[in-house]
């Protein structure tokens, strides 16, 4: 059976960056946890392969490191990715201004795409443009979604 370090190492490798970019450090981390600074340490390193931390011990981490890349690498492994749900104190009125408001914003966006679309590519600065609006439109569109569900 495949090592979960080497199996699942670009969660791993994610955990630890964050873990080590946390304030204080792992040791600050650690300390939080109630841990040993180097036996966390040795846990969450992809490198070292005869500690392993418990789940308890990896999803404290993931949730005071608040690790976005981590949360990437465990959507990727079900082939899925992640965005930002957006201002959670935002009032419905104002999530549903902001997605009407990028909805048209996004409209113009899609229609530079698709002449931008006619010669086969989609130039650098292009790409520019369309990328972060795609982004935003996702992330609004997500908490649009939340607010109609009741959440």
């Not at 841990?35 to 011990?57: G, S």
């Not at 104002?94 to 996004?106: D, I, N, Y």
Request: hydrophobic share 45%.
């Amino acid at each position: 059976m495949e090592h979960p370090k080497t199996r699942f190492r670009p969660v791993f490798v994610a955990l630890h960056s964050d873990a080590k970019r946390y304030p204080g450090g792992v040791t600050a981390l650690a300390n939080e946890l109630g841990m040993n600074p180097c036996v966390l340490a040795d846990k969450l390193n992809p490198n070292i392969f005869d500690k392993v931390p418990t789940a308890r011990e990896l999803l404290e981490v993931f949730e005071r490191t608040r690790s976005v890349p981590t949360a990437n690498a465990l959507a990727l492994l079900i082939d899925r990715t992640t965005v930002r749900i957006g201002d959670a104190d935002a009032s419905p009125r104002e999530v549903v201004q902001a997605f009407m408001a990028l909805t048209r914003r996004a409209s113009e966006a899609m229609a530079q795409g698709a002449e931008a679309l006619e010669d086969g590519r989609i130039d650098p600065d292009e790409r520019a443009v369309l990328e972060p609006m795609v982004d935003e439109l996702i992330c609004t569109a997500v908490a649009f979604r939340a607010f109609l569900r009741g959440a």
